[in-house]
């Protein structure tokens, strides 16, 4: 797909690796629909794409809420007529350990809680569930096909102190294969992404200072990964019309 005179959302894109790619899309000629939740820097993001030359849209919307993302899809329509790229990007960490006992007593001290699994299933899974389905809603409606991208992480393979987060970017990864066959009879494509260490400010703020020092010394490559690489990887899956129903790892080289 040329993305010139496109329309492509990008869920969670007031900034990281969803701006960048709000960014790429614009400057390849793609109006861009900048989403995130109210009171994320959504209007700073537009404006930047725009003073740069590019055209965006910015709509606030919580991708865990089934409401706020049907309006979403439905008012991009409604306002531009089309809708061919979806980016299922908003995510959210909350790490912590599944069990742990005390060195001394051998007992339980510390268990993973339930809002904090539940944290993360509500966003980078049924908020990928529900953008996804609605994005294909859009896009089937409009018959013009599309390209939907799900964002997964290498942590899908499952990253220690991670069971909540690894175990949605499994189920990211699983659904991106089952779209990809039955969505592609309204040729829409469906490929999803797994970056490793991207420094953004999920990465640089909410992951500890000695983890992230620990995980750097072992990437291959030797240094963390740019958001606008990850953007590249989206511009490819857009482009190449082979691609679909596979996870591209862009992570410098490690495996988990
Ligand atoms: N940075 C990395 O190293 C890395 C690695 C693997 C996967 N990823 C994935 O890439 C995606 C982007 O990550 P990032 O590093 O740019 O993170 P980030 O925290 O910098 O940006 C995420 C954006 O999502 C938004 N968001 C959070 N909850 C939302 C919700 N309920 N509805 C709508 N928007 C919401 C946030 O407000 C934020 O703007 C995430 O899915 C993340 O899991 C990132």
């Not at 942590?155 to 991670?162: F, S, V």
């Amino acid at each position: 797909m040329d993305l010139n005179g496109k329309i492509a959302v990008v869920t969670g894109s007031a900034r990281g690796i969803g701006f960048a790619m709000a960014e790429l899309f614009a400057s390849k000629g793609a109006t861009s629909i900048i989403t995130d939740v109210p009171g994320a820097a959504i209007d700073e993001a537009v404006k930047k794409i725009i003073d740069n030359g590019g055209k965006a849209i910015g709509i606030p919307c919580d991708v865990s809420k089934e409401a706020d993302v049907e309006a979403l899809m439905q008012k991009i329509v409604d306002d531009t007529g089309r809708l061919d790229v979806a980016v299922l990007n908003a995510g959210i960490l909350r790490d912590g350990v599944f069990v742990k006992a005390d060195k001394e007593t051998k007992k339980v001290v510390k268990k993973m809680a339930l809002d904090q699994w539940q944290a993360i299933i509500n966003v980078n899974l049924t908020g990928v569930f529900l953008s996804g389905r609605e994005a294909a809603v859009q896009m089937i409606n409009c018959g013009n096909g599309g390209v939907i991208i799900p964002m997964s992480s290498i942590a899908r393979h499952g990253n220690m102190g991670q069971t909540n987060y690894s175990a949605a970017k499994a189920g990211v990864s699983a659904m991106t294969v089952v779209w990809s066959k039955e969505l592609a009879k309204y040729k829409i494509r469906s490929a999803a992404i797994a970056p490793g260490f991207i420094a953004t400010p999920m990465v640089m703020q909410d992951m500890k200072s000695e983890a992230l020092a620990k995980w750097e010394k072992i990437i291959p490559i030797g240094r963390m990964g740019e958001p606008e690489e990850i953007a590249h990887t989206a511009l490819y899956i857009i482009e190449n019309e082979l691609i679909t129903g596979i996870t591209i790892d862009a992570s410098g080289g490690i495996r988990i």
